[in-house]
């Protein structure tokens, strides 16, 4: 099943230029997409369509086979199944506390107050954030802002969970914390989109990437589009540095072709790991680590 999928869609804002025109995106189900593309391609404009918060001028957006409806009860239904987080926390957060923000979205959904507090306080710890719950939202710095945002979404147990450049503004324990938590949410099902500038986290985190460059999204494995350094530079992107390092490996004989790529300092070290070593002959050793 395709949970959602946007099909032909167009989208010029008002007095605007064409932002987007014949664009097709599925999403299937359980999947992890990064999305990424130079400041103004397009990527918080697709998924506002995607969720519902701009209606295309042309094509459709379907969700599990069923194009979307704008009207009132339309965008009910949408919003449990598929939850935003948007750029900028503070378009986002409006109550006067964090758990008051928190709770909204689950308070209404008509869950029992014990469901709710359950889910608040869930959400809070997965974002670090519990010792904030009474403090009001205004006073935040930017990154518990974002914290307190991405909770709100999490606190609904969407299906879909869309989020919007949600790492920027994190520092990196924020960052670890986030993907923890959406990897947990994806073993548990949830399919997740994730707008961001950052190719090492897309090469990280997601199995597919979608690169918007001049109005043209260009789609596949996160590994496979992510080592197209000429579609990364027209995306206005850098090399990752996972395939910078897979090639010095490779260089070195240390890694093959078909190696897996590192991803992550850890991942990099477990190529000079001893029994790693082991997999290639004396030949193919680097001198400096056979001495
Ligand atoms: N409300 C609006 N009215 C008119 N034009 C808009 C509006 N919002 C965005 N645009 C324009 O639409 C285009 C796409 O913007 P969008 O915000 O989708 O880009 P983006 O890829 O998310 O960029 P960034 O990386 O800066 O977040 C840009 O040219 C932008 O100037
Ligand atoms: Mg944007």
Redesign the pocket.
Known sequence: MIPLQVREVGYA?????V?LSGLTLAIPAGRALALL??????????LRLLTGGLVPDSGTVELAGVPIRHDRKGLTALRRAVQLVV?DPDDQLFSASVVQDVSFGPLNLGLPPDEVRARVATALAALGITDLAERPVHLLSFGQRKRVAIAGAIAMRPEVLVLD?PTAGLDPAGQEALLVTLAELRAAGTTVVM?T?DVDLALRWADDAAV?AGGRLHTGAAASVLSDTALLAAASLRPTWGHAAAAVLRSHGLSTADSALPRTPEELASFAAPERLGEFSDREKPTDLRA
């Open positions: 804002y008002e007095d605007g230029p932002v593309g130079p400041n103004g391609s397009g990527k918080t404009t697709l750029q450049e707008a500038h918007l």
